[in-house]
Structures are given as C-alpha cells and as structure tokens.
C-alpha cells in the first residue's frame, strides 16, 4: 500500500464554488507517495516536484541533463518519469538506461533485455560466434525467439564494422562484445519492437568513444560495455521483477 510522504491539507467544504476549489487546489503541494517499487506520482504537478528530488540527489547522470538550463533539467527529467512510467519500469531504471540524443530517445544495454526478456511471448535469446579476431572475419550472431513468431536472426561481423566507420579503442579491446551488442540490439528491435515501444536501441547508434558526441555538445557516457551494464544492474533494473 502506498503512503503519502507528507498529509496534504483538505480542502474546506465552505469553498463550494469550482473557482475557489480550483484555487485551493493549487495551494496545495502535489503529492510524490512511496509505493512498494519506489516513489509514485499522482499528477504532472508530482513529477515536477520528484524531478527536483532526484535533481538535489544527484540521482540523474550528468551526461542527461548536460547544458540545459535548471528548468530544462528538470522538465527533461519529467519527460524521463514520463516515458518510464509508460514502460512500466521505475525512473532510476530509465534514469540510466535511457538517454536523449537530439530529441531522441535510446535504450541502452540490458535495460534492452529485460523489457524483451519480460514479455509475454519471450522464448528466449541465444548467440554463436564464427571466424577470427587476427583475421578480421570475426562474425555474432544473434537470435531471438518469440512465442507464436518465427525466430530472427541478425549476424554483425568486423567488416561490417569496418563498413560502417566503427573502431577505437573500444572496439580493439572488447570486439566480441561489440559485435555481440550491433547483433543483439538488430534481432530485439526487429522481434520485440512493441516491447520497446517503439525506441531505438543505443548500441545501434554509439558504440565508441569516437562517436559520442551529439550535435548539441552532449557528450554521452559511453564507456566499456561491461561497466555500463554494472552499472544498469546496480541502478534500478532489479525493480523490472
């Protein structure tokens, strides 16, 4: 059962007209209650006001709210509890999993999974590797099952990598993991896309250093793979159960 975190006042039966209701109505602090899977909002007056909370926390990554005024922030981080709500995730979740590039929204590592993995229909992900590193024919694999749907498969090799313009240090140090991640995120997408509700995948878009830079001087925090993933394990995925 959710509880309040402060007792709102109630109106007075005295003011009867909908004029004076709807005035004491916006003297009173919007309500923010603490639910079983974290805070809850009631309206859009709650979101602002758990915005700011998170804000003063320091619970948001800077890299979400880089060079936006404080109201931009904080209306940004509304968009967030906004879209994490549509979801059915908690905005700790979305807060790290889900980044803005140009008004755009993308999902990010295993946050991608679960919402697949938690689907009704999910059958299950399995990923096969061919070829050499040294030889640079390198190949993932990866497959997608879906209840009542034939299964799809998408296969990123080193060339296509080459292709596409992708390298640096991270793809030298984590190769396997790259490509396992263009491949992964191209069969959730193409079988799950009513799971992610319609918003792209990060790993299709950035996957290096070199190609974190937005247009607008956000530089998103794109590090090693296995980090970020740490990361969104220990920062609200947990709560998707």
Request: net charge neutral.
């Amino acid at each position: 059962m959710s509880e309040a975190i402060e007792t709102n006042a109630v109106p007075s039966k005295s003011l009867a007209s909908p004029i004076a209701q709807e005035v004491t109505r916006s003297t009173v602090k919007p309500q923010v209650l603490v639910g079983r899977g974290g805070f809850v909002v009631a309206d859009v007056e709650g979101a602002f006001r758990l915005a700011t909370i998170y804000l003063a926390g320091g619970m948001v990554p800077d890299s979400t709210i880089a060079g936006l005024s404080r109201d931009g922030a904080v209306a940004r981080v509304v968009a967030l509890i906004e879209v994490a709500h549509s979801l059915g995730i908690s905005p700790r979740a979305a807060f790290k999993g889900i980044t803005s590039v140009r008004g755009n929204l993308l999902i990010w590592g295993d946050l991608t999974v679960a919402l697949c993995a938690r689907h009704a229909a999910w059958a299950g992900m399995e990923h096969a590797y061919t070829g050499d590193l040294a030889k640079g024919d390198r190949a993932c694999t990866v497959t997608v099952h879906r209840r009542g749907c034939p299964s799809i498969s998408h296969t990123f090799s080193q060339a296509d990598a080459k292709r596409a313009g992708l390298g640096g240090k991270v793809w030298e140090s984590y190769t396997d993991r790259m490509l396992f991640n263009r491949a992964r995120s191209w069969a959730l997408r193409d079988q799950f896309a009513d799971a992610l509700n319609g918003i792209g995948i990060g790993e299709e878009n950035f996957l290096d250093q070199s190609h974190a830079d937005s247009d607008d001087g956000t530089r998103l925090n794109v590090i090693d793979a296995n980090e970020a993933f740490r990361a969104l394990s220990a920062n609200g995925i947990e709560s998707l159960t």
